[in-house]
């Protein structure tokens, strides 16, 4: 990469302030909640037998535990914020052999590894299109080869938990497949089986870029469009900003679920309820993100991000509340320059039970990625 081109992404980066994130959006819920719950516990423990000092006791133990010790571990841990973002032990479901896709519904897919960094290597999945047919015979320099059919390429970058086989993942993959796209998706450092290696967002995004440099080397002049859901939304909105500095924007940008920055996140998501309202929360449970390089914000990235993009949102998302996305969809409307392609937000219905992880059960999805796809094809909007 030349010396001007590398300068220009470093000043550029500078302007990503993880920090000094304004927004502050918070989900209150139901008024006095919190102090029903306590309530209810106490008069439950009362009914029981217990003393009213007993009931007192316990509660200042719990308030100490709850509200100064937790928070205080939680802050000065980078180990317990690292897999409390990324969620990587959780291995749901279990016994995968992800040598064979097949088995977990995916034919025509194959098994291999990549090298994202000198001892790390990543598990990924090659999903070829439908029209390959379920038992394709080629080895792995003929699935290559196939990468190059000028069929439409997703890179799909999972969010936190689970692996590349978790079901609702693997019922998207067989939407993409059934419209003739190829699929790649693999697993981040620290996930499933690739290598057991902390993540942070540095090192995740490292993985993301690994796996997308592999895929364009193979292309040639078909579309690659990068598809992030959830948490993986905040990776590829830092892997296409960095693309798009380097002049190698791709062919367009899909964020499922996304959120907008992990602070707001954090204090929107449900783990943080009974926290939500203590003093200092963003002291003890914000500000440490950004210092162990935790500080997804999508909400400024996406301002260097000149490709087409799409935005997807239910609005019964528990996980990450729908407000958050359009957040992300405003920000992406206000700081985004006249030479950058459209932003297209498509909501979903709370009724329809989408939630988090099931829009890919959208009978009008296959036609909304269509007029995507079209759309990444066209010069201009």
Same mark, same amino acid.
């Given at each position: ?106 034919? @025509? ?88 290696? *902390? ?8 993985? *993301? ?26 990776? @590829? ?89 359009? *957040?992300?969809?405003?920000? @992406? ?49």
């Amino acid at each position: 990469m030349p010396s001007k081109l590398k300068e220009k992404i470093k000043n550029q980066a500078k302007k990503f302030k993880p920090k000094l994130v304004l927004s502050k959006l918070r989900q209150e819920g139901p008024a006095g909640a919190r102090r029903l719950v306590w309530l209810f516990v106490a008069f439950l423990l009362y009914y029981r037998g217990w003393s009213v000092l007993s009931i007192i006791q316990l509660y200042l133990e719990l308030a100490v535990f709850l509200f100064i010790a937790l928070p205080f571990v939680f802050k000065y841990t980078p180990w317990i914020q690292r897999n409390l973002v990324f969620l990587p032990f959780v291995r749901w479901p279990k016994n995968v052999d992800f040598s064979n896709p097949s088995a977990e519904g995916l034919p @025509a897919t194959r098994n291999f590894y990549l090298q994202s960094e000198p001892g790390v290597s990543l598990g990924v999945w090659h999903i070829l299109p439908q029209s390959c047919g379920d038992t394709p015979a080629g080895d792995d320099s003929w699935y290559e080869e196939q990468l190059g059919d000028d069929k439409t390429v997703i890179l799909y970058l999972h969010g936190n938990s689970a692996h590349r086989a978790g079901p609702h993942r693997v019922e998207l993959y067989q939407v993409l497949r059934a419209m003739d796209y190829h699929v790649i998706c693999c697993d981040y450092r620290g996930y499933a089986d690739s290598s057991q290696v *902390a993540p942070n967002e540095t090192g995740v995004v490292t993985d *993301a870029r690994a796996v997308y440099d592999w895929v364009v080397a193979r292309t040639g002049a078909s579309k690659v469009i990068v598809w992030g859901h959830s948490l993986g939304t905040g990776v @590829a909105s830092h892997l296409v900003a960095d693309l798009c500095l380097e002049g190698n924007t791709p062919s367009g940008l899909v964020l499922e679920s996304p959120f907008n920055n992990i602070f707001d996140e954090v204090r929107n998501h449900p783990m943080a309820w009974v926290w939500r309202k203590m003093p200092w929360f963003d002291w003890f449970f914000t500000t440490s993100l950004a210092q162990n390089d935790l500080g997804f914000v999508s909400d400024q990235r996406i301002a260097v991000i000149d490709c087409p993009l799409l935005i997807l949102h239910a609005e019964d998302d528990a996980v990450v509340p729908f407000k958050l996305g359009k *957040a992300l969809h405003d920000c @992406a409307l206000q700081s985004r320059g006249e030479c950058c392609r459209a932003v297209e937000f498509r909501q979903f219905c709370g009724e329809l039970g989408y939630a988090h992880k099931y829009i890919c059960r959208a009978p009008e999805l296959p036609q909304i990625v269509r007029d995507f796809e079209r759309r990444c094809c066209e010069d201009e909007d």
